[in-house]
């Protein structure tokens, strides 16, 4: 299995809504990450997981949440979002973090907030 | 922060031209990926060079690093419509392990008229 698996695939969701993205490997890779890519831009690094454990959060507003629950799943909970979180939402990953590593992406979550 | 820059923004060619697309960057870089996005798609691993000077090649595509690892090209020849979307380059940011970041340049929206 050499695929990262997203659910769902569109989500719309209310502002005052909570809600979540779902993130599953099998490829055995240790390292997991949480991008957003808005339209005509390149996607932008939110959460990095590495064997099980945050290690990088960049600066990410307290909205976004996110949770590893074990080496194979990566999940991001929304509570209270804005409109202007309305984005691709991308999980991908690799076999460990660092260099050297090609990632592997997910087919991403379309999250419209209204 | 470091940041790597890409050129053009956007690229439309007759098919069979060719196209190439150029990544730089400040400061020398550890390696760099290649990530192609076809529209409505997510991002997908091309290829990732490491070596200063490196040249590789994938069918009708040919990667290349600086000799300064400061900048990267990514040519196609002979374009066909299979190749229209966005080709991002990425670089790393952060010293390694779990600090480490992969970071997009702005991409290349390649477009192919038939």
């Known amino acids: 299995d050499t695929e990262v698996t997203q659910t769902p695939k569109h989500l719309v969701m209310g502002m005052t809504n909570k809600k979540s993205l779902k993130c599953e490997q099998h490829?055995?890779?240790?390292?997991m990450y949480w991008y957003k890519q808005k339209a005509k831009k390149p996607p932008e690094l939110m959460f990095v997981?590495?064997?099980?454990?945050?290690?990088i959060n960049e600066s990410v507003p307290s909205r976004f949440s996110p949770e590893c629950p074990n080496s194979s799943l990566l999940n991001l909970h929304l509570h209270a979002l804005q409109p202007e979180d309305s984005a691709l939402y991308l999980c991908?990953?690799?076999?460990?973090?660092?260099?050297?590593?090609?990632?592997?992406f997910g087919s991403g979550t379309r999250l419209t907030v209204v | 922060g470091q940041q790597v820059m890409q050129i053009p923004q956007y690229q439309h060619v007759q098919e069979g031209e060719d196209f190439t697309t150029y990544c730089n960057s400040s400061?020398?870089?550890?390696?760099i990926q290649w990530y192609k996005q076809r529209p409505g798609g997510h991002p997908v691993f091309l290829i990732q060079?490491?070596?200063?000077?490196e040249v590789k090649k994938q069918k009708r595509l040919t990667f290349q690093f600086g000799e300064a690892k400061k900048n990267s090209s990514l040519h196609i020849t002979a374009t066909q419509t299979t190749d229209v979307g966005t080709y991002f380059c990425a670089g790393p940011v952060g010293s390694g392990g779990s600090n480490y970041k992969l970071t997009f340049g702005k991409g290349t929206l390649l477009t192919v008229n038939p």
């Open positions: 991908a990953s690799s076999q460990v973090a660092g260099r050297g590593y090609g990632y592997t």
């Open positions: 060079l490491v070596k200063s000077g």
């Open positions: 997981y590495s064997y099980e454990k945050l290690s």
């Open positions: 490829m055995g890779h240790r390292a």
């Open positions: 400061t020398t870089l550890s390696n």
